[in-house]
Protein backbone atom coordinates (compact mmCIF):
# COMPACT_ATOMS: atom_id res chain seq x y z
CA UNK A 1 0.00 0.00 0.00
CA UNK A 2 1.38 3.24 -0.77
CA UNK A 3 0.92 6.69 1.45
CA UNK A 4 -0.25 9.47 0.47
CA UNK A 5 1.26 11.09 3.57
CA UNK A 6 5.28 11.57 4.31
CA UNK A 7 7.05 8.24 6.24
CA UNK A 8 9.72 8.99 8.87
CA UNK A 9 11.82 6.12 9.80
CA UNK A 10 13.25 7.03 13.61
CA UNK A 11 15.76 4.63 15.71
CA UNK A 12 16.17 5.05 19.92
CA UNK A 13 12.33 5.97 19.59
CA UNK A 14 10.92 5.16 22.97
CA UNK A 15 12.25 8.09 24.97
CA UNK A 16 13.91 10.88 24.89
CA UNK A 17 14.82 12.93 22.16
CA UNK A 18 13.75 9.66 19.92
CA UNK A 19 10.17 9.81 21.33
CA UNK A 20 10.21 13.49 20.60
CA UNK A 21 10.96 13.35 17.22
CA UNK A 22 8.20 10.90 16.46
CA UNK A 23 5.51 13.02 18.20
CA UNK A 24 6.42 16.03 16.38
CA UNK A 25 6.52 14.06 12.84
CA UNK A 26 3.07 12.70 13.51
CA UNK A 27 1.77 15.97 14.21
CA UNK A 28 2.93 17.43 11.26
CA UNK A 29 1.27 14.69 9.22
CA UNK A 30 4.15 11.95 8.87
CA UNK A 31 3.35 8.29 9.43
CA UNK A 32 6.12 6.79 11.67
CA UNK A 33 8.21 3.60 11.96
CA UNK A 34 9.70 3.49 15.24
CA UNK A 35 12.93 1.10 16.75
CA UNK A 36 13.90 0.81 20.24
CA UNK A 37 15.23 -2.21 22.86
CA UNK A 38 13.04 -1.46 25.45
CA UNK A 39 9.66 -1.75 23.76
CA UNK A 40 8.49 1.38 24.41
CA UNK A 41 8.75 2.06 20.54
CA UNK A 42 6.20 0.12 20.05
CA UNK A 43 3.82 1.28 22.80
CA UNK A 44 4.60 5.05 21.26
CA UNK A 45 3.65 3.66 17.86
CA UNK A 46 0.67 2.42 18.88
CA UNK A 47 -0.61 5.87 20.23
CA UNK A 48 0.68 7.58 16.90
CA UNK A 49 -0.91 4.88 14.56
CA UNK A 50 2.19 4.26 13.37
CA UNK A 51 4.74 1.01 13.36
CA UNK A 52 6.81 0.02 16.25
CA UNK A 53 9.57 -2.58 16.56
CA UNK A 54 11.81 -3.93 19.28
CA UNK A 55 15.38 -3.79 18.94
CA UNK A 56 18.85 -2.82 18.35
CA UNK A 57 20.48 -0.38 16.03
CA UNK A 58 23.48 -2.60 16.07
CA UNK A 59 21.70 -5.48 14.45
CA UNK A 60 21.61 -5.37 10.67
CA UNK A 61 18.35 -7.48 10.89
CA UNK A 62 16.77 -5.56 13.24
CA UNK A 63 17.00 -2.06 11.38
CA UNK A 64 16.16 -3.95 7.77
CA UNK A 65 13.18 -5.28 9.31
CA UNK A 66 12.30 -1.84 10.85
CA UNK A 67 12.52 -0.32 6.87
CA UNK A 68 11.30 -3.28 4.93
CA UNK A 69 7.79 -2.97 7.88
CA UNK A 70 7.64 0.47 6.59
CA UNK A 71 7.98 0.05 2.91
CA UNK A 72 5.49 -3.21 3.02
CA UNK A 73 2.62 -0.92 5.07
CA UNK A 74 3.43 2.32 3.25
CA UNK A 75 5.49 1.82 -0.02
CA UNK A 76 7.75 5.12 0.76
CA UNK A 77 10.43 6.07 3.37
CA UNK A 78 10.70 9.79 2.96
CA UNK A 79 12.58 10.99 6.12
CA UNK A 80 15.18 9.12 9.06
CA UNK A 81 16.63 10.08 11.98
CA UNK A 82 19.61 8.45 13.14
CA UNK A 83 18.95 8.34 16.75
CA UNK A 84 21.20 6.48 19.44
CA UNK A 85 21.09 6.11 23.51
CA UNK A 86 23.69 8.36 25.97
CA UNK A 87 27.47 7.82 26.33
CA UNK A 88 26.85 6.81 29.99
CA UNK A 89 24.41 4.40 29.69
CA UNK A 90 26.76 2.29 27.26
CA UNK A 91 29.24 2.62 30.01
CA UNK A 92 27.39 1.47 32.62
CA UNK A 93 26.48 -1.56 30.40
CA UNK A 94 29.87 -2.66 30.27
CA UNK A 95 29.92 -1.84 34.22
CA UNK A 96 32.25 1.49 33.21
CA UNK A 97 31.26 4.47 35.65
CA UNK A 98 31.15 7.84 34.34
CA UNK A 99 31.50 10.57 36.81
CA UNK A 100 28.45 13.16 37.24
CA UNK A 101 28.72 16.93 35.40
CA UNK A 102 30.71 19.03 37.66
CA UNK A 103 30.64 22.53 37.62
CA UNK A 104 33.84 23.89 37.28
CA UNK A 105 34.95 21.83 34.62
CA UNK A 106 31.82 19.47 33.58
CA UNK A 107 33.94 16.59 35.03
CA UNK A 108 33.87 14.78 38.63
CA UNK A 109 36.67 11.83 37.66
CA UNK A 110 38.99 10.21 39.61
CA UNK A 111 37.76 7.80 42.55
CA UNK A 112 38.57 4.85 40.04
CA UNK A 113 36.13 6.74 37.31
CA UNK A 114 36.86 5.77 33.66
CA UNK A 115 38.20 8.31 31.31
CA UNK A 116 39.76 8.66 27.87
CA UNK A 117 43.06 7.06 28.74
CA UNK A 118 41.33 4.29 30.51
CA UNK A 119 38.62 2.77 28.72
CA UNK A 120 39.30 -0.20 27.49
CA UNK A 121 38.83 -1.43 23.72
CA UNK A 122 35.81 -2.84 24.00
CA UNK A 123 33.97 0.09 25.02
CA UNK A 124 35.18 1.85 21.97
CA UNK A 125 34.39 -0.72 19.79
CA UNK A 126 30.58 -0.60 21.64
CA UNK A 127 31.01 3.09 21.27
CA UNK A 128 31.66 2.89 17.20
CA UNK A 129 29.20 0.10 16.72
CA UNK A 130 26.74 2.29 18.43
CA UNK A 131 26.77 5.84 17.70
CA UNK A 132 28.43 5.79 14.27
CA UNK A 133 28.03 2.49 12.35
CA UNK A 134 24.37 2.73 13.10
CA UNK A 135 24.25 5.64 10.30
CA UNK A 136 26.06 3.76 7.97
CA UNK A 137 23.79 0.74 8.58
CA UNK A 138 21.07 2.82 7.62
CA UNK A 139 21.65 4.48 4.65
CA UNK A 140 22.31 1.74 3.15
CA UNK A 141 19.23 0.48 3.71
CA UNK A 142 17.28 3.69 2.69
CA UNK A 143 19.61 4.88 0.33
CA UNK A 144 18.74 2.57 -2.53
CA UNK A 145 14.81 4.10 -1.66
CA UNK A 146 15.80 7.46 -1.84
CA UNK A 147 17.87 6.86 -4.89
CA UNK A 148 14.51 5.90 -6.75
CA UNK A 149 12.21 7.96 -5.21
CA UNK A 150 14.76 10.74 -6.18
CA UNK A 151 14.37 12.28 -3.16
CA UNK A 152 14.87 11.48 0.93
CA UNK A 153 16.28 13.12 4.09
CA UNK A 154 18.00 12.28 6.81
CA UNK A 155 19.12 13.53 10.21
CA UNK A 156 21.95 12.15 12.49
CA UNK A 157 22.02 13.21 16.42
CA UNK A 158 24.96 13.65 17.88
CA UNK A 159 26.00 16.02 20.10
CA UNK A 160 27.65 19.45 20.32
CA UNK A 161 30.84 17.95 22.54
CA UNK A 162 32.25 16.92 19.18
CA UNK A 163 33.08 20.81 18.64
CA UNK A 164 34.30 21.35 22.49
CA UNK A 165 35.28 18.44 23.65
CA UNK A 166 34.78 17.44 27.22
CA UNK A 167 36.67 14.98 29.15
CA UNK A 168 33.75 14.19 31.03
CA UNK A 169 32.59 12.30 27.38
CA UNK A 170 35.37 10.74 26.36
CA UNK A 171 33.69 8.67 23.83
CA UNK A 172 33.25 12.13 21.64
CA UNK A 173 36.29 11.15 19.40
CA UNK A 174 33.12 8.37 18.11
CA UNK A 175 30.40 11.06 17.46
CA UNK A 176 33.00 13.09 15.49
CA UNK A 177 33.15 10.65 13.03
CA UNK A 178 29.27 11.12 11.75
CA UNK A 179 29.83 14.53 11.19
CA UNK A 180 32.48 13.92 8.40
CA UNK A 181 30.51 11.26 7.84
CA UNK A 182 27.35 13.30 6.72
CA UNK A 183 29.32 15.80 4.42
CA UNK A 184 30.31 13.06 2.30
CA UNK A 185 27.45 11.55 2.16
CA UNK A 186 26.04 14.59 1.22
CA UNK A 187 28.31 15.39 -1.41
CA UNK A 188 27.89 12.24 -3.22
CA UNK A 189 23.87 11.98 -2.57
CA UNK A 190 22.53 16.09 -3.18
CA UNK A 191 22.11 14.64 -7.10
CA UNK A 192 19.84 12.51 -6.37
CA UNK A 193 17.88 14.62 -4.23
CA UNK A 194 18.87 13.09 -0.89
CA UNK A 195 19.79 15.45 2.22
CA UNK A 196 21.53 14.64 4.84
CA UNK A 197 22.37 16.69 7.68
CA UNK A 198 23.26 16.20 11.71
CA UNK A 199 21.27 18.00 14.99
CA UNK A 200 24.12 18.41 17.67
CA UNK A 201 22.11 18.51 20.62
CA UNK A 202 23.52 20.47 23.90
CA UNK A 203 22.87 20.15 28.06
CA UNK A 204 19.17 19.00 27.93
CA UNK A 205 16.16 18.28 30.77
CA UNK A 206 17.06 14.92 31.42
CA UNK A 207 20.34 16.45 33.53
CA UNK A 208 20.23 17.33 37.03
CA UNK A 209 21.73 20.84 36.98
CA UNK A 210 21.17 23.77 39.50
CA UNK A 211 19.65 26.82 38.34
CA UNK A 212 23.48 28.46 38.93
CA UNK A 213 24.89 25.70 37.03
CA UNK A 214 22.84 25.90 34.07
CA UNK A 215 23.47 30.13 33.96
CA UNK A 216 26.91 29.53 34.33
CA UNK A 217 27.38 27.11 31.38
CA UNK A 218 24.38 28.36 29.11
CA UNK A 219 24.00 31.61 27.69
CA UNK A 220 20.04 30.97 27.65
CA UNK A 221 19.97 30.29 31.25
CA UNK A 222 18.19 26.75 30.90
CA UNK A 223 18.32 23.36 29.84
CA UNK A 224 17.27 22.48 26.43
CA UNK A 225 14.18 19.78 26.01
CA UNK A 226 13.42 17.11 23.78
CA UNK A 227 11.01 19.37 21.80
CA UNK A 228 13.37 21.72 20.85
CA UNK A 229 15.79 19.41 19.11
CA UNK A 230 13.03 17.52 17.62
CA UNK A 231 11.65 20.86 16.19
CA UNK A 232 14.95 21.59 14.76
CA UNK A 233 14.66 18.05 13.21
CA UNK A 234 11.65 18.12 11.87
CA UNK A 235 13.00 21.46 10.30
CA UNK A 236 15.88 20.02 8.43
CA UNK A 237 13.80 17.05 7.30
CA UNK A 238 11.07 19.59 5.90
CA UNK A 239 10.96 22.13 2.60
CA UNK A 240 11.87 24.45 4.39
CA UNK A 241 15.53 22.86 4.49
CA UNK A 242 15.34 22.04 0.75
CA UNK A 243 18.40 23.92 0.23
CA UNK A 244 20.57 22.08 3.44
CA UNK A 245 22.85 19.40 2.87
CA UNK A 246 25.61 18.13 4.89
CA UNK A 247 25.14 20.56 7.82
CA UNK A 248 25.74 20.28 10.99
CA UNK A 249 23.16 22.68 13.70
CA UNK A 250 24.26 23.16 16.98
CA UNK A 251 21.11 23.32 19.18
CA UNK A 252 22.28 24.17 22.32
CA UNK A 253 21.32 27.31 23.91
CA UNK A 254 24.80 29.31 22.82
CA UNK A 255 27.05 27.07 24.80
CA UNK A 256 29.00 26.21 21.28
CA UNK A 257 29.75 29.14 19.07
CA UNK A 258 31.41 29.79 16.00
CA UNK A 259 32.43 31.20 12.64
Known amino acids: MNSSSPVAV ?20 YDVALLSPSGSAERLAGELGGIGI ?12 LVNTALDKWGR ?12 TLMASRGHA ?34 FLNIVRMCRLVTP ?23 AFPLTPIRAATHAYTKMYADKYARYGIRINTVAPGLLENLSLTPEDTR ?13 IAQAVAFLLSENAAYVTGHVLRVDGGMNRGI
Open 10 to 29: ITAAGRGIGAACARELSSRG
Open 54 to 65: TGSVTSDADLTL
Open 77 to 88: IDAVVNNTGLMG
Open 98 to 131: IGPLGRAELSAYGNGKETIDTLPDELWHDALDLF
Open 145 to 167: VMMQQRHGAIVNITSNDVFEPKI
Open 216 to 228: DLIPMSRLGSFGD
